[in-house]
């Protein structure tokens, strides 16, 4: 089956700088990489997508890269700011499935 | 508004009680998920239902017991449970298959005395 890893689990950046967190995964069928935003006392949301046939897909300050011969995608906030403090999960899935996989979550802590 | 309203948002019971925890999704959607989300633990899939119909159950224990009455409601049934059955249960939904983005409900927390 398909097995993510996320990193790190940890993220603690300054107001106004950059966060990276990066995702492998194994299953080379999966064709759809989620990221959730998850805060206190609610549930994940959607935060942005890509599917397999695209390499980038930016929304303002949230862009998720994805490189299928290394089986990597990553989430990239910009000009962080404190309400971008929460806990981001990816996920990867593949199309004859119900049942995503998802990372462990990093807990990403912006100072102001 | 996420559109997957959960009830109650928080449940407090003892081991030998009975107790249900509701689901329902103002979205479309046809399939519905229940997650268990533990501290220090990714997100564990439970239960998932297609049109009604249960396609996954990923081992669960019989003391969980999930009812879907139709595409929008889903349920689950909680009978003698552990201490170790304390977290956060989520539920969401999604249009169709896999490679769909999935919608969750705010979750019911789940304490066992």
């Known amino acids: 089956g398909e097995n993510v890893e996320q990193h790190p689990s940890t993220l603690s950046v300054q107001e106004g700088d950059s966060a990276v967190i990066k995702c492998t995964y194994s299953d080379s069928a999966s064709n759809y990489f989620p990221w959730y935003k998850q805060e206190l006392g609610k549930g994940p949301q959607l935060i942005i997508d890509i599917r397999s046939n695209v390499g980038e897909k930016k929304d303002q300050r949230i862009a998720v890269t994805l490189n299928k011969t290394a089986k990597h995608f990553s989430l990239h906030i910009t000009e962080t700011q404190p309400e971008d403090s929460a806990v981001y999960f990816c996920a990867a899935s593949s199309g004859g499935s119900y049942i995503p996989t998802f990372g462990r979550g990093t807990s990403l802590i912006v100072h102001p | 508004e996420t559109g997957v309203t959960q009830t109650p948002r928080h449940l407090v019971m003892g081991m030998t009680n009975k107790k249900s925890l509701k689901c329902e999704q103002h979205l479309g959607h046809n399939a519905m998920y229940w997650y268990k989300q533990s501290a220090k633990k990714p997100l564990e899939l439970m239960f998932v239902y297609n049109f009604k119909e249960q396609t996954e159950n990923n081992s669960v224990p019989s003391r969980f017991s999930p009812e879907c009455p139709n595409s929008s409601h889903l349920f689950l049934h909680l009978h003698t449970l552990q201490p170790e059955d304390s977290a956060l249960y989520l539920c969401?939904?999604?249009?169709?298959?896999?490679?769909?983005?999935?919608?969750f409900g705010d979750g019911t927390r789940l304490s066992i005395l």
């Open positions: 969401a939904s999604s249009l169709g298959a896999g490679n769909q983005p999935q919608h």
